[in-house]
């Protein structure tokens, strides 16, 4: 359990950074704005994610070493909301645990919108 939550603590700080690289990186306006959107909202909910299991459960002190980049936004956003789908089935199933993964998952599904569907 702990090797899964740190991997998805970690994938979602990442996609700050790979967030902010892509927003600094596009030319389109709706693009700069809902990127930036997300990469200033993901720390937080992350954050508390991270604060909340090890409340509950104990604290993490190792993390993967990857890091992956990405330059387009929509397949990127793609991606990382089915790995917040998969990874919801591995981690502790709390209800409060659950519920900030919730808020994670409609924070990527709102990116997604605006990076789809607003030019």
């Not at 104990?58 to 990857?66: A, D, F, I, N, V």
């Not at 990116?111 to 569907?117: G, P």
Request: aromatic share 12%; glycine share 2%.
């Amino acid at each position: 359990m702990e090797d899964e939550s740190a991997e998805f603590i970690a994938a979602l700080l990442h996609s700050g950074t790979v967030a902010h690289f892509m927003h600094l990186s596009t030319n389109s306006y709706s693009q700069h704005k809902a990127l930036r959107h997300y990469y200033n909202d993901i720390i937080d909910l992350v954050d508390s994610y991270a604060e909340c299991f090890m409340g509950r459960y104990e604290q993490l002190k190792s993390w993967p070493q990857e890091f992956h980049n990405a330059k387009n936004p929509v397949e990127y956003f793609t991606s990382l909301k089915d790995f917040v789908e998969d990874a919801r089935k591995e981690l502790p199933q709390d209800t409060e645990l659950q519920n900030l993964v919730d808020e994670i998952a409609d924070l990527i599904n709102s990116t997604l919108y605006k990076l789809r569907f607003l030019k």
